[in-house]
Structures are given as structure tokens and as C-alpha cells.
């Protein structure tokens, strides 16, 4: 393995669900669904397999029906008008996205300025590109994790060439307020900084919370990379759709670095997902407060089982603090809580630079049927 890598190892997720496996422990760790997306969707992959649509590479850029989805969406919801052939392009589901934006747009020795705690892809791909990452830490203030945009301000040297952003964001469930954004927003485009940014949870924000994507504010869209998926929107992560939007540049770069990783994405999956993305607003509706509930389920339970609970405005994701607990070392507590709780979480810390800051936070997954979420909930009662 060389340097670049070196210091990743392997995936926390691969761990912990290996970790479940062998314990028969429930997996509140790797962020899966255990329930499979709309009948309609699958059946409309099933059709295009059997009708032969996509069974030999399909275009570079993503099927037309797909790209055309996608602009689709994207304007119907927030606005954003985006042209099919030259700026969309679908991707191996996000993953392939930000390590192909990473890949074709930084410069070996370009700053990297990202959130932290990062989804552990981004660290591993900045690596690969020669980049060099300065997180900025969410810090914990009544109950959510905020940004300090101070320091967001601080983080911005002459070396930095690209924010890359994450709302609703994974683990903390924070959303980026509309003030947040404005004001980097107003950074970028003064710094004339590049963006990339990760809103594959868009749907899936609570309590009247608005998702509101980085590309639509003043001198954004020009310089902003904009990525979604089907695996989370639709609950089919293991069909690695993805998606960008961006300028034409910017997705002609991006796809240069995507033709050499994997050319093209998996062409049945493309169609079906197009279907998905037509959905009615109902659908969106219906899984958003699906998850809603889910998330009081577990939030509660674990407040109940004595953790610190940060209440997520989105992601189906809930972080705790063990310190309550009288526990202080979430690596360890993940790796000892199959035997004594049965039960998978992640360790926050993974996602950090600084590990120490996110030494006492753990990571709870609550995308599982209620059945299993309640008996989550009933073992970890018995902890404290
Ligand atoms: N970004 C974030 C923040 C994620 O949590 C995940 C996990 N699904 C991904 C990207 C990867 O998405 P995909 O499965 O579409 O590659
Ligand atoms: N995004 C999922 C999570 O955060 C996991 C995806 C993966 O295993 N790479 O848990």
C-alpha cells in the first residue's frame, strides 16, 4: 500500500458489519436500509434487464433518461436549472462522485478546507490526489454540532482550492442553515474557492428543517459540484447510482477522472432510477417522515438508555456522547458493545482528524424496521 493510503486501513463500516455478522449483534452501524425501495422501481429494473436496456455500456455520461431525471429534479425542487447533455452525469453512486471530483480537480499540494467529522471517503480521497486536508470541527452547542464560520474564515489560506461540503451531514446530523450557506457562499466566491458538495441525505430532513443546496446562491453555481444518489433517496445502495450536476467545465473534468475509474455506471439500474426520480412528491414525503419517526424512536430510546443524545435535523443518523455513561473511548465502546448490549454503532472518531474531539461521540443508524429499532433500544436499557 503506499503512503498516500497508508494510514486508512480498512472501512470502519466493513468492520462493524463484520462485527455483526460474527456477534449476531443488530447493526445500527453501516448506514444501510433493511428495507428495500419502492416495488415500482424494481419491478422497472427488472423491465429494463429483461427488454435489454443497458445491458452493454451505456453512454458515458449516464443514460439520457437518467440525466434528463436528474435536471429534472433539480429544478423542480430547488430551482436549479441544469442542462442534461453537458451538465449532468451519473456516476457509480456517490462514492465514484467525490473521488472523481477530487481526483480531477485538485492539484498535488491543493488545500482541501471540509467539515469535520467527514464521511471517511473524503479523507481517503483527498490522499489519492495529492491533497491536503484542513478540517473544520462542528463543535457541540446545545444539543446539535455548528459550524463556526470564524473558523471556517480562518481555515481559507492562498492554498486552498476547493470547500467540500456535506448537508444534511453524516455523522452529526446537522443541516446547514440558509444564513450558514449565504456566508460560505460569500466566502467562495470571494476566496475564489471550488465546491464540492455531498447532498446525498437532501431528502431526508426533519422537524421543518430545509435542505437548501450550496449551488443556489449568488455566484455558486458556476463553481459548484453538486452530488446525489439513488442509494439513499431510494433505499437501493447497493445498485451504486450517483449522480452530479455542475457547469460544463466542471463536469467535463470531473467525467474525465470517472471514464479512467470505472467508465461508465451500471446501465439497468440507470433507467429504473430515472423512473424513481419522477416519483410523486408523495413518495418523498412518505419516506421523510418515515424516517422521522424512526429517528424519535431512537433518539428517545437512547436518551432513555442514559446516552447524551444530539437530535438530528437530518441523515438517518443519530450521534451520541457516551460520557454519560461514565464511558469516555467510543472505539472501544463500539468494539465491546456486541457482547454487552448486542448491539453495532460506529465510532465518531473515525470520521475526525483531531481524534480526541471526537473520542466520546458514537454513532447510531436508524434507517431498520421499528421491530428491530425497539429491540435496539430494549438492549441498550439494560447498559446503564
Ligand atoms: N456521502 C455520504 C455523506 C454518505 O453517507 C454516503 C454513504 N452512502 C456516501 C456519500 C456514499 O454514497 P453511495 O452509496 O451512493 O456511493
Ligand atoms: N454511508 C454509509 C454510512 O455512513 C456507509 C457506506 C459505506 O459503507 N461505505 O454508514
Redesign the pocket.
Known amino acids: 500500500l503506499n503512503r498516500r493510503l497508508a494510514e486508512f486501513g480498512t472501512t470502519i463500516f466493513a468492520e462493524m458489519s463484520a462485527l455483526a455478522v460474527t456477534t449476531g449483534a443488530i447493526n445500527l452501524g453501516q ?2 436500509p433493511d428495507t428495500d425501495g419502492p416495488e415500482e422501481v424494481r419491478e422497472a429494473a427488472v423491465r429494463a434487464l429483461r427488454d435489454g436496456r443497458g445491458n452493454q455500456y451505456p453512454p458515458g455520461p449516464g443514460v439520457p433518461e437518467l440525466r434528463a431525471a436528474v435536471a429534472d429534479h433539480q429544478r423542480r425542487r430547488y430551482g436549479l436549472s441544469y442542462d442534461p447533455d453537458t451538465e449532468v452525469l451519473v ?8 473521488a472523481a471530483a477530487l481526483l480531477a480537480l485538485l492539484e498535488p499540494g491543493d488545500e482541501v478546507v471540509a467539515l469535520e467529522p ?2 471517511d ?2 479523507a481517503a480521497c483527498i490522499a489519492m490526489a495529492g491533497g491536503t486536508r484542513v478540517p473544520v470541527t462542528l463543535r457541540p452547542h446545545e444539543g446539535t454540532f455548528r459550524l463556526d464560520l470564524d473558523e471556517l474564515r480562518d481555515a481559507v489560506t492562498d492554498r486552498t482550492r476547493l470547500l467540500l461540503l ?1 448537508t444534511p ?3 452529526t446530523g446537522t443541516v446547514l442553515t440558509r444564513d450558514e450557506l449565504a456566508a460560505i457562499a460569500e466566502l467562495a466566491v470571494e476566496r475564489d474557492l471550488l465546491v464540492v458538495t ?1 447532498e ?2 437532501e431528502h431526508l430532513v426533519f422537524d421543518g428543517a430545509e435542505h437548501i443546496p450550496p449551488a443556489s446562491f449568488p455566484g455558486m453555481r458556476e463553481r459548484t459540484v453538486t ?1 446525489g ?4 433517496t431510494f433505499s437501493f ?1 447497493g445498485w ?3 449522480w452530479i450536476t455542475a457547469a460544463p467545465a466542471l463536469v467535463t473534468a470531473v467525467r474525465s477522472a470517472k471514464q479512467y475509474l470505472t467508465y461508465v455506471a451500471s446501465g439497468p439500474f440507470q433507467y429504473a432510477v430515472a423512473e424513481a426520480l419522477a416519483l410523486p412528491e408523495s413518495y418523498f414525503a412518505a419516506y421523510r417522515r418515515d424516517m422521522e419517526a424512526k429517528r424519535d424512536l431512537l433518539a428517545t430510546g437512547l436518551a432513555e438508555a442514559g446516552f447524551g443524545v444530539f437530535r438530528p435535523s437530518g ?1 438517518y ?1 443519530v450521534t451520541t456522547d457516551i460520557r454519560p455513561l461514565g464511558e469516555s473511548d467510543g472505539f472501544a465502546f463500539c468494539r465491546s458493545l456486541p457482547e454487552r448490549a448486542g448491539v453495532v454503532a460506529v465510532p465518531n472518531a473515525v470520521f475526525y482528524d483531531h481524534r480526541e474531539a471526537g473520542a466520546p461521540f458514537v454513532r447510531f443508524a436508524f434507517c431498520k424496521q421499528v421491530p428491530v429499532l425497539k429491540e435496539a433500544v430494549r438492549r441498550l436499557g439494560a447498559l446503564a
Open positions: 448506514g444501510f456516476t457509480a453512486g456517490a462514492t465514484e462522485a467525490i467527514y464521511y471517503s473524503y456535506n451531514h453524516n455523522p455531498d446525498v441525505y452530488i444518489s439513488a442509494g439513499k445502495t451504486k447510482v450517483g441523515t443518523f
